[in-house]
């Protein structure tokens, strides 16, 4: 399985997810030949809303990317109802969501 095949699934399992806990999920990727930049703000592939809050999410398999960008970004975006999260799915074993909010980083870890 290609690295994009098995990224675009585990994003997909985030959506469901996310849709089943209430939220309206929409991807923020886009591909094009030539882009440089395919995440919202560099950062994020998702954004989830329901009626209290935002949530902009960076999906990742296995590895999760570093912290110190989400967390400076989270610093410096302090925004109320607005949180910043990683979701790192470890293959045959579940999620681990980083959250991100005024620069502190804390986890949920919901693999088995």
Not at 49 to 58: G, V
Not at 59 to 74: A, E, L, R
Request: positive net charge; contains cysteine.
């Amino acid at each position: 399985m290609s690295t994009r095949s098995k990224g675009n699934r585990n994003q997909l399992k985030c959506i469901r997810k996310l849709e089943a806990d209430g939220y309206l999920v929409s991807k923020t990727e886009q591909s094009f030949k030539y882009s440089t930049e395919t995440d919202a703000f560099g950062l994020f592939d998702l954004i989830a809303i329901d009626p209290n809050n935002l949530i902009l999410i960076q999906v990742t398999t296995n590895v999760p990317h570093t912290h110190k960008k989400f967390i400076d970004f989270s610093k410096k975006y302090c925004i109320p109802n607005i949180c910043y999260e990683q979701w790192v799915w470890y293959d045959r074993k579940g999620w681990k969501v980083f959250m991100y909010k005024n620069g502190n980083k804390d986890y949920e870890d919901m693999r088995k």
